[in-house]
T-cell receptor, first 111, second 115 residues
Framework: GQQLNQSPQSMFIQEGEDVSMNCTSS?????WLWYKQDPGEGPVLLIALYKAGELTSNGRLTAQFGITRKDSFLNISASIPSDVGIYFC???????????FGPGTRLSVLP | DAGVTQSPTHLIKTRGQQVTLRCSPK?????VSWYQQALGQGPQFIFQYYEEEERQRGNFPDRFSGHQFPNYSSELNVNALLLGDSALYLC??????????????FGEGSWLTVV
C-alpha cells in the first residue's frame, strides 16, 4: 500500500525555537492534512492543503504543499510547551479516496 | 456544533469475543471512516461508509465489519478478537467530496484492550 515518510522521527527543542518537519511520498497526492495528537486523545486537524505550492498558516503554524505534490512541510515558530505531541501528516491520492497517514514526528519542548 | 463523538472510550475484551464501537459524525457530515492506531504508529485505514454503504476498504480481514445508519452514525464491529486487535480505534467524519479535496475530523477514539 501507499506509504508516507515523516522526518525527523522525533525532536527535542528549546522553548522559543522554530521547528521544521516534513512528509514525503513516492506517490502524487492531491490533498495534504496535518494533525497534532496528544497522549490518549484523537488527532486534531491543524492545517489542510489542497493545491500544489499552497502555503497556509494557522497562528504560529505554517504548512506548504510541495510543488512536486509528493511532499509537504510543517513549520512551527517560537515553540511553547503546549506544542509537545505527535504530529502526523496525511495524504489523499485522489478525490473521495481515503487518507494515508505517516508514522508521525514526536516533538518535545524543553523549558 | 457537536464534533465527532465515539463510544465507549475504553473497553477490555477477551480473545475470541466480539466488540461494537460507535461513532456519531460532526454535524453536516455524511461520511464516516474508521482507522486503527496501534501504539506508536500512525492511523491505518479500515473502511469508509457513505450513503449506508462501504465505499472503500483498507487491508483488514473480514472480521472487521461496519454499518452506517440513515442518520449518518456508524458502528465498527470486530469478531473473534485477537490480542493484536488491541489499539485505539478512531472514527473520522467528513462531507463526501468526489471532485475536490477532503478534510477529515477525528473523534477522541475508543481504546480497545484484548486480553
Amino acid at each position: 500500500g501507499q506509504q508516507l515518510n515523516q522526518s525527523p522521527q522525533s525532536m527535542f527543542i528549546q522553548e522559543g525555537e522554530d521547528v521544521s518537519m516534513n512528509c514525503t511520498s513516492s506517490s502524487i497526492f492531491n490533498t495534504w492534512l496535518w494533525y497534532k495528537q496528544d497522549p490518549g486523545e484523537g488527532p486534531v486537524l491543524l492545517i489542510a492543503l489542497y493545491k500544489a505550492g499552497e502555503l497556509t498558516s494557522n497562528g504560529r503554524l505554517t504548512a506548504q504543499f510541495g510543488i512536486t505534490r509528493k511532499d509537504s512541510f510543517l513549520n512551527i515558530s517560537a515553540s511553547i510547551p503546549s506544542d509537545v505531541g505527535i504530529y502526523f501528516c496525511a495524504g489523499q491520492l485522489d478525490y473521495g479516496q481515503n487518507f494515508v497517514f505517516g508514522p508521525g514526528t514526536r516533538l518535545s519542548v524543553l523549558p | 456544533d457537536a464534533g465527532v463523538t465515539q463510544s465507549p472510550t475504553h473497553l477490555i475484551k477477551t480473545r475470541g469475543q466480539q466488540v461494537t464501537l460507535r461513532c456519531s459524525p460532526k454535524s453536516g457530515h455524511d461520511t464516516v471512516s474508521w482507522y486503527q492506531q496501534a501504539l506508536g504508529q500512525g492511523p491505518q485505514f479500515i473502511f469508509q461508509y457513505y450513503e449506508e454503504e462501504e465505499r472503500q476498504r483498507g487491508n483488514f480481514p473480514d472480521r472487521f465489519s461496519g454499518h452506517q445508519f440513515p442518520n449518518y452514525s456508524s458502528e465498527l464491529n470486530v469478531n473473534a478478537l485477537l490480542l493484536g486487535d488491541s489499539a485505539l480505534y478512531l472514527c473520522a467524519s467528513s462531507r463526501w467530496e468526489a471532485h475536490s479535496g477532503n478534510t477529515i475530523y477525528f473523534g477522541e477514539g475508543s481504546w480497545l484492550t484484548v486480553v
